[in-house]
């Protein structure tokens, strides 16, 4: 099998797998090649993917400690809802106007040559999508997207933001605060916030993510062993792995001896699984490896 003689060059190459940082954009996109060359592999990315496009990640290398809500918090009682909504409101335009980077855009191209089978995302901002990408599995959801946890309607954040501003003229002061990872700010003064309601069942509107302390659906989680299972190779990109939601996957390629490349400023949780491990940038590093296939990156985009 060519994946199997391509690992076995790279392996004997750079011994032990893991190339210490840091690693040069042209090695690493020559090196993922190298592994990838020989058939079709499936992605898994996360926030570090996204921090190019001005979305920051919660674990890179000098981040700042952020606690986001949990799903028990959102839960327990209008108090909460009201801080995250409020939070959330005025954080999510800087996330709704963030555009797909070199790291994006290089995906699509590859999944429109037919290189990657499933892009499976931890990232909630559709950027993949904007990108150009069809294959994608939003494993925990999409922030532009709100559902009824009483009828269970889903609508278009859009829509709830016109309402909020509605409700909450005088919020639109605080609109220059900095994003975090998962589209809120850090504001305090919310006591005033006024949260709509579900405009069917007048019931809990939240947006449609699998928050902290949430279960990703069986569903979605079925797709995503799918995909691994019929690909080739496994890569990851912008992941430290840190939470089981994406590291089960990489534990399936692992137990289906299945090469795994990880691309990842700074260690991660599945790093004694990796074949060929990558301390270096995602966007520049998955822009070479698509020049390194012989894709450009913008053929998604123009083929839209």
Not at 140 to 169: F, K, S, W, Y
Not at 179 to 203: I, L
Request: include cysteine; proline fraction near 6%.
């Amino acid at each position: 099998m060519r994946v199997r003689r391509t690992l076995d060059a790279v392996t004997a190459q750079h011994p032990g797998a893991v190339l210490a940082p840091p690693v040069p954009p042209e090695v690493a996109a020559a090196t993922l090649a190298d592994l990838l060359r020989g058939g079709r592999f499936a992605v898994l990315t996360g926030a570090g993917l996204s921090t190019d496009s001005g979305i920051p990640d919660y674990r890179s290398p000098g981040a700042p400690v952020r606690s986001p809500m949990t799903a028990t918090e959102f839960r327990s009682g209008p108090v909460a809802r009201q801080r995250y909504w409020a939070r959330s409101y005025l954080g999510f335009g800087r996330m709704a106007r963030a555009l797909p980077n070199a790291g994006h855009r290089a995906l699509a191209a590859l999944e429109h040559a037919g290189r990657t089978t499933t892009t499976i995302t931890q990232n909630v901002d559709g950027l993949h999508g904007e990108a150009g990408s069809r294959r994608v599995v939003d494993l925990h959801g999409r922030i532009d997207e709100v559902r009824c946890l009483d009828c269970g309607q889903v609508t278009a954040r859009d829509e709830l933001q016109q309402r909020m501003a509605a409700l909450n003229p005088d919020f639109a002061a605080h609109q220059d605060l900095s994003v975090n990872p998962d589209g809120d700010v850090d504001f305090e003064d919310t006591d005033g916030f006024r949260v709509p309601v579900c405009r069917r069942c007048t019931g809990v509107l939240k947006p449609r993510v699998v928050f902290f302390g949430d279960s990703v659906p069986k569903d979605t989680v079925e797709q995503c062993f799918s995909a691994v299972e019929t690909s080739d190779a496994l890569l990851v990109a912008g992941s430290s792995l840190t939470v089981m939601s994406g590291l089960r996957f990489v534990r399936r390629a692992a137990a289906l001896g299945r090469p795994v490349a990880i691309l990842n400023r700074g260690t991660t949780r599945g790093d004694e699984l990796a074949t060929v491990r990558l301390d270096a940038g995602c966007s520049e590093t998955l822009a070479g490896l698509a020049r390194s296939l012989d894709h450009r990156p913008d053929r998604a985009a123009d083929s839209r």
